[in-house]
């Protein structure tokens, strides 16, 4: 029981990293009905893009205080690109396929993406180093946190006010609503969904480069394979809050992420199940929470409310 403040730190943590990646799938998801696999991709190409910032554009010896700001931009300016031309190239010409066309499609972009990085950075074939903030750990409440870990801190908060911002109080926020509640109908009032669909794919992509670079603050290392596992993770977590619920998406994902610690964390302390509680279970113990969503609330946590789709 002492251990468990730090161990709430580390799943709050967690979730709000997941919950960035969610914010994206749901998103996509409200407006074309579309589960992009590639999501995890976007979230990697975000952490290898602020990398290339740090190694190929900052000056050797560049604080991190300085670079920081700038690797983010870095890292948001590739995943819009990539997001935005998946968009255009892949996702567009097969609004009007099956659904499973456009769904094979997001699976081998996932797989383009990682060997396109891998190919573009070899020594990412194990792990790359990933830059750090200078000072800390620091004490509060019982629970040690990293320096790496107060971006996340910051970043996960503000992420979710300006988007609760964009989509309740602007033009294109309730051109997006509009939107997701009836494509058909918002085209008769004029508003362009072409735009608004790639404004969600930008808007998610953003999210997603916050976590990439929280990822490599916090983990200390990336690599090509990283956005797969935390993808699926991040799609567990928008359903579980509800796909389609922008608000869904980062309370699933801190739910997750309090869940999967907890459970990697106790769950080798009962007798028994001391196997059951390593590292390598934390995934498993994460898609029992999902099925056990699936079975008794399919409608997720929150449920999916069209005011808040997007």
């Known amino acids: 029981m002492n251990e468990l403040p730090q161990q709430l730190v580390n799943g709050l943590l967690l979730g709000s990293m997941y919950g960035l990646v969610a914010i994206g799938y749901t998103m996509v998801y409200g407006i074309v009905q579309l589960i992009n696999f590639a999501h995890g991709e976007i979230f990697m190409v975000g952490a290898f893009g602020a990398i290339t910032v740090h190694l190929y554009i900052l000056p050797d010896g560049t604080s991190m205080w ?8 870095g890292a948001m300016i590739a995943s819009v690109l990539v997001a935005i031309g998946a968009e255009r190239f892949a996702y567009r010409p097969l609004r009007g396929a099956p659904r499973l066309a456009p769904l094979i499609t997001a699976i081998g972009l996932s ?34 946190i990293q320096t790496g870990d107060i971006f996340l801190i910051v970043a996960a908060p503000i992420s979710m006010a300006f988007l609760a911002y964009f989509v309740m109080k602007t033009r294109t926020g309730r051109g997006m609503q509009a939107t997701a509640q009836d494509p058909d109908t918002a085209k008769l009032m004029g508003v362009n969904t072409d735009r608004i669909i790639v404004i969600a794919f930008a808007l998610g992509a953003v999210f997603a480069a916050v976590g990439g670079v929280a990822s490599g603050l916090k983990y ?9 596992i935390l993808g699926l ?18 309370i699933g994902g801190v739910v997750l992420g309090v869940v999967e610690t907890l459970a990697t964390a106790y769950i080798a302390d009962i007798p028994g199940l001391d196997q059951f509680g390593s590292q390598s279970w934390a995934e498993v113990w994460a898609f029992i929470l999902l099925i056990l969503v699936l079975l008794f609330r399919p409608q997720g946590l929150l449920g999916e409310r069209v005011a808040d789709r997007a």
């Not at 799609?235 to 619920?245: D, K, Q, R, S, Y």
């Open 233 to 250: 993770k991040a799609f567990t977590a928008a359903v579980l809050g509800g796909i389609g619920n922008i608000y869904g998406a980062m």
């Open 111 to 144: 797989l383009a993406l990682q060997q396109a990085i891998w190919a573009f950075y070899p020594e990412a074939k194990s792990k790359l180093a990933f830059p750090q903030i200078e000072g800390g750990p620091f004490s509060i409440g019982g629970a040690t």
């Open 220 to 228: 200390g290392q990336i690599d090509f394979k990283m956005g797969f």
């Open 66 to 73: 300085i670079a920081l700001p700038l690797m983010l931009i």
